[in-house]
């Protein structure tokens, strides 16, 4: 199976695999895997914060920091098609009790003025506009890239009106890569934000959540309370810093691979167009009178190649270093004989 459903299909190299063997580890419950713990300051300096702690997925990342940020009846602002609203099984509310406020962003993004009429007076009737997150890059937005003004503008806002704020950077390294524009400067009004290892980096495990050494200090506690706590976890850190100093580069032909892709199918009768591609997403939107997205993914399947259905008539496409050229070109005439 040629496998476009997503890049954290990644599987880990035989070199990331060897990185682990002479890998010096320690109970990390006690800050004692020398590996973890550098994994966690190369990832706070990364983005120009206090600490970080090593979690086992971004879900879990974007969850305890709305718990930290947000009490019981409090209220969320976030695009619609945000990953904590359609991947992570209702968390928000589940776990922390919270309201979102979804808004209708242009893929994936808001403007200051969006922000700014979504955050509520206070009021004894009204839940407490307390944080807002956003996404970089943008997952159903095409894997769009905020522009750094943007981005910075509405969490200053946010920041200003009172909220917390949260960046959401499963693939901020794509757009560090796509723009040459630093960690440390998307997240400039950030009070907290991750990145993933598991998706273009190629790591099997993790993803670390940054902020300041108090959020830090509240996230352990329900790192602990949510089973987050692991143990010799220098053996999974490993093959993250592996990431860092083999696999950050190399998502630039991940990029060119998905422009590649979208530039072939944008002319197909079947298409009705395809969101700009930035990084290593294509959206897919097909044209009302022909087939819909379940009947081109099952074709797409008979041909051994699979992707995602992200709505009744629009597929979304992952490149990743799990697929090369040639998975491309099959995907695209496999496409173009439906």
């Not at 990342?61 to 019981?72: G, K, L, S, T």
């Not at 407490?128 to 750094?148: A, I, M």
């Not at 009768?269 to 700009?276: D, F, G, K, T």
């Not at 799990?322 to 439906?338: R, W």
Request: proline share 5%.
């Amino acid at each position: 199976m040629l496998n476009f459903y997503s890049d954290t299909q990644t599987r880990p190299t035989r070199a990331m695999r060897e990185s682990i063997l002479d890998i010096e580890v320690g109970d990390e419950r006690h800050d004692e895997d020398p590996s973890t713990l550098a994994l966690n300051r190369r990832v706070a300096e990364m983005f120009g914060m206090e600490a970080g702690v090593f979690l086992p997925s971004g879900t879990m990342c974007n969850e305890i920091a709305i718990a930290v940020h947000c009490r019981p009846g409090d209220e969320v602002i976030c695009e619609r098609k945000s990953h904590i609203i359609f991947a992570e099984s209702g968390g928000p509310a589940a776990l922390s009790g919270v309201m979102m406020h979804p808004i209708d962003g242009e893929r994936g993004m808001l403007t200051p003025e969006q922000v700014a009429g979504a955050i509520r007076p206070r009021s004894s009737f009204a839940p407490p506009s307390s944080l807002l997150v956003t996404e970089q890059t943008t997952n159903l937005g095409g894997g769009g890239v905020w522009p750094v003004e943007q981005l910075n503008a509405v969490a200053k806002l946010a920041k200003d009106n009172g909220l917390a704020t949260h960046l959401d950077g499963a693939r901020i390294l794509n757009a560090v890569v796509a723009t040459g524009i630093s960690a440390r400067d998307y997240a400039r009004h950030q009070d907290s934000a991750w990145i993933a290892f598991t998706k273009g980096l190629g790591a099997p495990v993790g993803a670390v959540l940054a902020g300041s050494a108090e959020f830090i200090r509240h996230a352990w506690l329900l790192k602990r309370r949510w089973g987050g706590a692991m143990r010799q976890t220098g053996v999974i850190a490993a093959m993250c810093l592996y990431a860092l100093d083999n696999n950050v580069e190399r998502l630039a032909d991940d990029h060119a691979m998905a422009h590649w892709i979208g530039t072939h199918l944008a002319d197909l009768p079947i298409v009705a167009n395809i969101l700009p591609v930035e990084t290593n997403i294509v959206i897919v939107n097909l044209q009302p009178d022909g087939p819909d997205s379940a009947t081109v993914a099952e074709h797409l399947k008979r041909e051994g190649i699979q992707v995602t259905k992200t709505g009744k008539r629009q597929l979304r496409i992952v490149t990743h270093m799990d697929v090369d050229m040639a998975a491309a070109e099959a995907l695209v005439g496999a496409f173009s004989g439906i």
